[in-house]
C-alpha cells in the first residue's frame, strides 16, 4: 500500500494555543482545526513573500483558498470566527471593489514554533493534492523553457535539516519563524510552488523567497550568477530610452531596443511629463546619463559615491539602501495638512549628484510611486527569464531564477556567462559585470 507524502504547516506555538482554545471552548471538530491552521499558515506566507512587519495588516488572498475548502463552511466564516475568537485581528477598513478588510495574528510570539501535520485521510489533504495535480497537468500551457525550470525546481534537493539548524542557531523572532516557514514548504513537493507574478511577470518560487544564505543547503554544485548594481544599471537603460521618447531629436547614447511593456506602465503621460523637465536640466543630462550607465556597467555605480562628502562615513550597503528610497517611496505625502518627502535628506544626497536623473525619477512616480519599480521588474523579468533562461534551457543549461540572478550547476558556468553577455550586448549594446559565487 502506497504511503502518503506527509504534508505539514510551520505556525508559531501561540498561535497554536489560541486556535486550540477556540477548538475546545466550541466543541468544533479537527477539520474545522486544519482549516484554520491552514488560514493563519496563508497570513504568515503572504507576510513573508510582501516583507510586512509584524504590527502590520496583510490581505488574506480568499480566492487562492476557494479550491482547498471542501468544508460546509466557507472562509468568511471562519474568518468571522476567528476574528471574534482572537486569533486574528481585522484593520476592519473595506472599500467595495476597491480594498478587502487585511489581517494579522493577534499576541504573536515567534521564538517558538510548532509543525501541524494535515491528516492524510482529511479533505484539505485531498484538495491540496488535488490542486497540485491540476497545475502539474497545466504545465503543458507553460512555454517549453519553463516547464523545464519548473521540473528542475520540483525534483531538486534541499537539505532541510541542516537549514533548520543553521536557522536555530542564527535567527530569532519573526526572521525565525518565516525562515523555518519556507524550508518546510521546499520539504515536500506539493508545496513547491512556481508560478509568474501577474503584475510585475516575475518568477516566484520557493528558492526566491528564500534567504541568500540558505541557499548553500541546495544539495549540488551550484554557482549563482547575479548582475551588479541591477536596478540602477536597468533603470539607467529605461530613462535613456524614455529620453529619447520625450526627445526625438536627441543623439541615442546607445543602441536598445525599446519596450511597450515599460512604456505602458509608465504611460503616455509620464513620458510627456518629461518635456516639462527645465532645459537647462536636459543640456547636462546627456552627460549624467552617460556617466551614471558608465558607473552601472562597470560595477561600481554604490562604490562611486563613497567618494563624494556627502556619503562619507557610509558603506556600500548604505548608499544601496538610500538607492532603494529614492527609487521606491513615494515622492511625497500630506500629514496634517503639511507636505511630507520621505527620507528627505538622503533623496537631497542623490540628488546633489544626478540632479537631472532624481527630477526624472521623480517625475516617473509622479501618478502612481510603485509604477516605476513595477517597469524595472518588468523590464528585468523579460530580460532574465523570457530570453536569459530560455537560451539556458536550449543549450542544455536549466537555471533556477532568483529574480536578477540566475543558479546554475558549477560545470556550466563559462557557458552561462557567454549566453548571458551575448544576450546583454544585443539588447543593450554592453556587457555589464556580474558576481558570480559558490552556493
Do not use: W
Request: one cysteine or more; aromatic letters at 10%.
Amino acid at each position: 500500500m502506497r504511503v502518503k507524502e506527509p504534508l505539514t504547516l510551520m505556525l508559531p506555538q501561540q498561535v497554536i494555543t489560541n486556535i486550540d482554545k477556540y477548538i475546545k471552548a466550541s466543541y468544533s471538530s479537527n477539520t474545522d482545526r486544519e482549516y484554520i491552521c491552514y488560514i493563519v499558515h496563508h497570513l504568515h506566507y503572504q507576510e513573508s513573500i510582501t516583507r510586512k512587519k509584524v504590527e502590520q495588516f496583510t490581505l488574506i488572498k480568499t480566492n487562492d483558498l476557494k479550491s482547498l475548502f471542501k468544508s460546509d463552511k466557507t472562509i468568511n466564516y471562519y474568518l468571522k470566527e476567528m476574528k471574534e475568537n482572537q486569533i486574528i485581528e481585522s484593520d476592519n477598513k473595506a472599500i467595495p471593489g476597491k480594498k478587502s478588510f487585511h489581517y494579522k495574528s493577534i499576541d504573536l510570539i515567534y521564538d517558538s514554533t510548532t509543525e501541524i501535520e494535515i491528516n492524510p485521510k482529511g479533505k484539505l489533504y485531498e484538495a491540496i493534492t488535488q490542486r497540485c495535480f491540476l497545475q502539474n497537468k497545466n504545465d503543458n500551457r507553460l512555454a517549453p523553457h519553463l516547464n523545464q525550470m519548473k521540473k528542475k525546481l520540483k525534483s531538486i534537493e534541499f537539505d532541510s535539516e541542516e537549514a533548520i539548524i543553521f536557522v536555530n542557531k542564527n535567527y530569532s523572532g519573526n526572521q525565525l519563524f518565516s525562515a523555518l516557514s519556507n524550508i518546510n514548504k521546499i520539504k515536500s513537493s506539493k508545496t513547491r510552488y512556481f508560478k509568474r507574478n501577474k503584475t510585475n511577470q516575475r518568477l516566484d518560487t520557493n528558492f526566491t523567497n528564500l534567504k541568500s544564505e540558505l541557499r548553500q543547503f541546495i544539495v549540488g554544485d551550484y554557482i549563482n550568477i547575479d548582475l551588479k548594481n541591477s536596478q540602477p544599471f536597468l533603470l539607467s537603460r529605461v530613462i535613456n530610452r524614455l529620453i529619447n521618447l520625450a526627445q526625438p531629436n536627441r543623439d541615442t547614447l546607445c543602441s536598445i531596443k525599446e519596450s511597450e511593456r515599460v512604456i505602458k506602465v509608465l504611460k503616455n503621460e509620464t513620458v510627456k511629463a518629461l518635456e516639462l523637465i527645465p532645459q537647462l536640466l536636459f543640456e547636462s543630462l546627456n552627460e549624467e546619463i552617460k556617466t551614471f550607465m558608465d558607473k552601472c556597467t562597470q560595477g561600481v555605480f554604490y562604490d562611486h559615491f563613497l567618494e563624494f562628502d556627502s556619503f562619507k562615513n557610509l558603506t556600500r550597503d548604505n548608499v544601496k539602501e538610500i538607492m532603494m528610497e529614492v527609487l521606491f517611496s513615494r515622492n511625497h505625502y500630506e500629514k496634517y495638512g503639511k507636505k511630507i518627502i520621505p527620507y528627505k535628506e538622503n533623496k537631497n544626497r542623490f540628488k546633489s549628484k544626478y540632479p537631472g536623473i532624481y527630477e526624472i525619477i521623480e517625475c516617473l512616480k509622479t501618478k502612481k510611486h510603485s509604477s516605476l519599480a513595477i517597469a524595472l521588474q518588468l523590464e528585468e523579468s523579460y530580460l532574465f527569464i523570457d530570453v536569459i533562461a530560455k537560451k539556458l534551457c536550449e543549450a542544455g543549461i536549466v537555471p533556477i531564477t532568483i529574480h536578477d540572478s540566475l543558479v546554475v550547476e558549477r560545470e556550466h558556468e563559462q557557458e552561462a556567462l557567454k549566453i548571458i553577455s551575448n544576450v546583454f550586448k544585443e539588447a543593450y549594446g554592453v556587457v555589464p559585470k556580474f558576481h558570480v559565487k559558490a552556493l
